[in-house]
C-alpha cells in the first residue's frame, strides 16, 4: 500500500493533546476520523511528535498507509473537508517510501515558544501565546539559554512523567527573538532544535528561563539548577497555550520546502 | 469632569459592530457596560470610527468623561478585568484635555487588511485574515493600488448605505506588504491610511485588487472601474474578517507611543 506523509496545523485547545486515550478528545483521533473517510481501511496514524495537551502545531508530521495512490493535493484537500470542525489542517501532503517514518526518519524536531509581554490581556493572540505583564531581560535569557546548547543531562527539565531512556539529550540550538508587536509590546520567540525533546522539557526550560528574565533568579542560579540534574529546581512549567511543534525535518525532505 | 482616551483591541466576531443597536451586543454596548461598573454615571463614550460587524481592532480610540481622576495603569486594569467575557482589551489609557474628541480630533486612520494565500483551511488565524486560494500577482496589485492615492471621487468603492455627504476622500497612502509565512505560504498585508473612510471603502478596495491579483480584472479595467464612480463596477466586498482598524492619529498624540 503507497504510504503518504503529511503536514499539520492544529491548535491544541479542546484535545487531550496528541494521544489517543479512550473516550476522549485526540488530535491523533480527529485526524484517525478524517482519514477512515476517505479509505475503508482505517488506516492508523504514526507522529513525529506525541504533542501535550493544549500544545499546537504549525508543522507536525504523520504518515500513514493508504489503499490508493492519492494526488496529494487532492488528497489534502478530501481531509480538509472532513477535518473542517476541528481545528486540524492538513498543509501538505506526499507520497514516500515505504520505510518512512514520521517518527524514526525524523533528523530534527523544532519547537517554537511565543511569550507576549504587556499589561493588557491576549485578544488576537488569546490562546496562541503566554503572556506576561513584566519586562523580561533578553539579554539574561540568551545567555542562560546559551548554557543549555549541546549533549547535558536534563533532568532539571524534564517531566517526572518522561519515558525517555535517559535523561541525556543533545540540544542543537536555542535562540530567542524579540519583535515589537503594537503599542511598544514585545513579544519573544524561544526556538529550539534538537533530535528529541524530553517530555515537558521546552516548557520547562522557558519557564525557568522566564524567571531569569524577570531576575527572579540570576544566570548562576540558572546555571547551578541546570547543573544539579534536579526537577525540583526547575522554574514553573511555562503553560501549552504559549507552545508550537513548529517543524520536523528529514534527509531527504519528502516535502520539497522553501 | 476629567476626560480619559482610551486605545482598545477587539476582535469583530460576535458582535454587530461598534455602533449600539438595540438588543443587539455591539461593541460600544460591551465597552459602556465595563465603564459603568467603574463609574456610576455610566457614561457614553464616543469612537474613532465606527466599525462594520465582524471587523476587528488593533488601534480603535475612544473617549469618555469619569469622575473620578484616575492613574491610567489602574484605569485600563480595571476596565480589563470587567471586560474578561468579551473579546476586548483597553490597551493604554490617557487623561486628555477637556476639548479632545476620539472622532473629531482623529488627523489620520489607518486600517490594515490581512490576506493568506494558502491551499488549507486557516487554523490559529482562522477568523483572522481571508484565505485565498490562487497566487496573488502583488505586482499587479500594486500599480492598481497606486492609481487610488490622492483626492478622488470613490463612489466605486462606497456602500450604497454610506451617509458621508461627498464621496470625495484622500487616501495618503496604500502600501501592500508580502510577507512569507510557514510552508512557503504568503501573507499579504494591505495598509490604507485617510484622515477618514467611507462606508466600506477599505474592504471594497481590497476585494476590487483581489481580482486584479488573480488576473480576472486587468489594472486598466480597474482605472476604468475607479474613474467611472459607479458602485456596480466594484469587485467583491473582501470579508469582515480580515479587517482591522489598526491605529487612529492625533496631533498631539495623547498616548505617547512609539
Excluded at 481501511?41 to 508543522?59: E, F, K
Excluded at 522554574?235 to 525535518?249: C, I, K, N, Q
Aim: charged share 25%; with cysteine; aromatic share 8%.
Amino acid at each position: 500500500m503507497p504510504r503518504f506523509a503529511m503536514i499539520l496545523e492544529y491548535r491544541g485547545h479542546g484535545y487531550v493533546g496528541w494521544q489517543s486515550q479512550t473516550g476522549q478528545n485526540s488530535l491523533q483521533q480527529g485526524v484517525e476520523k478524517a482519514i477512515a473517510e476517505i479509505d475503508s481501511t482505517s488506516p492508523s496514524i504514526v507522529a513525529a511528535g506525541r504533542t501535550d495537551s493544549g500544545v499546537h502545531a504549525l508543522g507536525q508530521v504523520i504518515h500513514c498507509d493508504l489503499q490508493k495512490v492519492w494526488e496529494v493535493g487532492r488528497l489534502r484537500d478530501a481531509l480538509n473537508w472532513h477535518l473542517r470542525l476541528e481545528t486540524i489542517a492538513v498543509v501538505q501532503a506526499a507520497l514516500v517510501e515505504a520505510d518512512f517514518s514520521a517518527r524514526f526518519s525524523a533528523c530534527r524536531r523544532a519547537y517554537l515558544y511565543r511569550i507576549m509581554v504587556r499589561s493588557s490581556p491576549l485578544v488576537h493572540q488569546a490562546g496562541l501565546a503566554w503572556r506576561r505583564r513584566r519586562p523580561l531581560n533578553v539579554d539574561a535569557m540568551r545567555t542562560a539559554a546559551g548554557l543549555l546548547v549541546g549533549r547535558h543531562d536534563f533532568s532539571t527539565f524534564r517531566s517526572i512523567k518522561c519515558q525517555a531512556n535517559s535523561p541525556v539529550k543533545t540540544l542543537d540550538s536555542i535562540v530567542i527573538e524579540e519583535r515589537m508587536a503594537s503599542h511598544g509590546e514585545r513579544e519573544l520567540q524561544i526556538r529550539l532544535e534538537a533530535r528529541s525533546f524530553l517530555h515537558r522539557q521546552v516548557r520547562s526550560i522557558v519557564g525557568t528561563l522566564e524567571r531569569v528574565g524577570t531576575g527572579l533568579m540570576t544566570i548562576s542560579q540558572f546555571k547551578e539548577a541546570f547543573q544539579s540534574c534536579d526537577r525540583t529546581r526547575c522554574g514553573t512549567v511555562a503553560p501549552a497555550e504559549g507552545l508550537y511543534l513548529e517543524r520536523v525535518d528529514y534527509d531527504p525532505d519528502p516535502f520539497e520546502r522553501a
